[in-house]
């Protein structure tokens, strides 16, 4: 057994607990004390990365410990290829969100704007910001830290079931506590949603404990011991039901999408990222790990309503995302559209397709990461959230208005950014097998640069909106945005250069999945010449 992802997953959890019991006055000791921890972990992560035998054993890193021994659940942990880039992911994106959150404010409650008009009338007592709440939201960042690893490190079910279920939990507290205007409303939205795919997961996660209890003659939730069973048509179709609902939900795919505009848009800039860049992928993932390998025969009489979902989300959210005037709800719908290439290449059922889709979910979370982390420069420049109150930003900032443009070019997939390599194989990996799909999906990519370069165009370009006093004096890019934002510009460039170190890593988890699905790629033709 190795304890490298054991720890991996625990260290974040215990550094929470201690932030969380620092004294109220120590932040700056609990914003370093969260960095460094963060930090650790993604050196822990990179090692896995690095050290991962792509020719080796599916699941590396295996840990497993009883935990409720009567019902067979064990404390199981392991990565695939699949997994661990995905962990990497968190990796980068949690010291990312430190940093960027580093001088961030609590929103004032009602108690304390009073305060402030009795400060401003001459009265004696103290303005009450409630400052000491920040250390709440890096010990919240640190639990969600461990959540997020564990959900794609479990290869127990019912572990996974637990980590996918607690992981709401910070992210309530991340949004209702620290979010924006109408934060309350899109917290419990956002709680309520995920919660009810929950219950209905958890009734097919104990239907496959009672299916293994009858042919194995002990009930187990091991993922290799459950990809083992021999499940009828109709069984699989039921239990295939209750994962897909519970995972289309926290993609979101088309339409169980409309907690995602809400919560990402009154998110906390920092929240925002992880809830887009990785929460959301537990969706998707859901997908490849547990519906396709446990449910094969379901997952291919499925795949037509799946992949109807994907496309219809791809071109649906596009056009919504056009007619936005709000910057953090236009990027929540650009998501939406972009997880509908990842579902579309996942149950293309090609390798080449599943591939790009989970080369997709890396590039999404680094691209929208850099998106909404500059979006949030913008806000805190510009004091608002509406496009139409920004114009000319590239003359007066335009450090941040080149990492805009890289940005927004990677979120349309243009060739030499990373999206454009993961987006490329799954249109071509799914046209073989889904050529109607392939070619509507293909229609995305327009209407893609129409809405990124919209609003690209509307805040950094175009006449200087002299009604927004705050904007003819806003600085550029300091350095510690610059060091936040810069490695994800950074990896947008790289990777879209040279992804193969990442594809060597993925494509032998895929292979296994598409072999547990029972499904073949399909073989190239080469047109016979005239006349032979």
């Not at 959301?280 to 025969?297: E, H, S």
């Not at 590239?394 to 243009?414: D, K």
């Not at 993925?506 to 190239?524: C, F, H, K, R, S």
């Amino acid at each position: 057994m190795s304890t490298l992802l054991l720890v991996t997953l625990l260290l974040p959890l215990v550094g929470g607990v201690v932030v969380a019991a620092l004294p109220t006055d120590r932040l700056q000791l609990a914003k370093q004390l969260t960095l460094g921890l963060s930090l650790v972990v993604l050196v822990l992560t990179l090692v896995m990365a690095v050290r991962f035998d792509t020719g080796g054993e599916r699941f590396q890193y295996v840990s497993s410990y009883t935990w409720i021994a009567d019902f067979g659940v064990r404390f199981a942990l392991g990565v695939d290829g699949i997994a661990v880039v995905l962990i990497a992911l968190i990796g980068v994106l949690v010291p990312v969100v430190v940093a960027a959150s580093w001088n961030d404010e609590p929103p004032r409650r009602p108690h304390e704007r009073a305060v402030d008009r009795e400060h401003a009338a001459g009265a004696d007592r103290p303005v009450a910001r409630g400052m000491h709440s920040m250390k709440a939201f890096f010990a919240w960042l640190l639990v969600l830290e461990t959540m997020m690893i564990g959900v794609f490190a479990a290869t127990d079910v019912f572990l996974f079931y637990v980590f996918f279920e607690v992981m709401l939990v910070p992210m309530y507290f991340l949004i209702g506590s620290f979010g924006g205007p109408r934060r309350q409303y899109a917290a419990v939205k956002f709680f309520l949603y995920s919660l009810l795919g929950g219950l209905i997961m958890l009734a097919s996660v104990i239907g496959l404990f009672v299916v293994s209890q009858s042919q194995l003659g002990q009930g187990t939730f091991a993922f290799d011991a459950l990809r083992q069973l021999e499940i009828t048509p109709g069984t699989q179709k039921l239990l295939f039901l209750g994962f897909f609902i519970a995972f289309a939900i926290k993609a979101p795919l088309v339409p169980f999408h409309t907690w995602l505009p809400d919560a990402g848009a009154e998110a906390p800039i920092g929240g925002a990222v992880l809830l887009v860049g990785v929460l959301d992928k537990v969706g998707t993932f859901g997908f490849l790990r547990y519906c396709l390998p446990l449910f094969p025969d379901a997952s291919r009489f499925f795949a037509p309503f799946a992949l109807v979902l994907s496309v219809v989300g791809i071109v649906y959210a596009a056009l919504l995302a056009m007619g936005q005037s709000d910057m953090k709800r236009l990027i929540a719908y650009t998501s939406i559209a972009h997880f509908g290439f990842i579902g579309l290449g996942i149950f293309a059922f090609t390798t080449q397709a599943g591939t790009g889709a989970v080369l997709y979910m890396v590039n999404h979370g680094i691209s929208t990461g850099a998106l909404f982390l500059i979006v949030g420069v913008l806000i805190n420049r510009g004091g608002s959230r509406l496009i139409g109150d920004y114009g000319g930003m590239a003359r007066i900032t335009p450090l941040l208005g080149g990492a805009f443009l890289i940005a927004g070019l990677s979120s349309l997939a243009l060739p030499g950014t990373n999206s454009f390599v993961s987006e490329f194989l799954v249109l071509i990996g799914s046209f073989g097998t889904q050529p109607v799909f392939a070619i509507i999906a293909t229609a995305g990519i327009i209407l893609a640069a129409l809405y990124i370069l919209l609003m690209y165009q509307r805040t950094m370009h175009g006449p200087d909106n002299l009604s927004n006093p705050r904007l003819r004096t806003a600085r550029d890019l300091d350095k510690r945005e610059l060091a936040t934002i810069g490695p994800l510009i950074a990896l947008i460039i790289v990777l879209g250069v040279y992804p193969k170190p990442l594809l060597d890593i993925i494509t032998p988890a895929v292979e296994a999945t598409m072999v547990d699905l029972g499904a073949t790629d399909p073989a190239p033709t080469v047109a016979e010449e005239a006349g032979s």
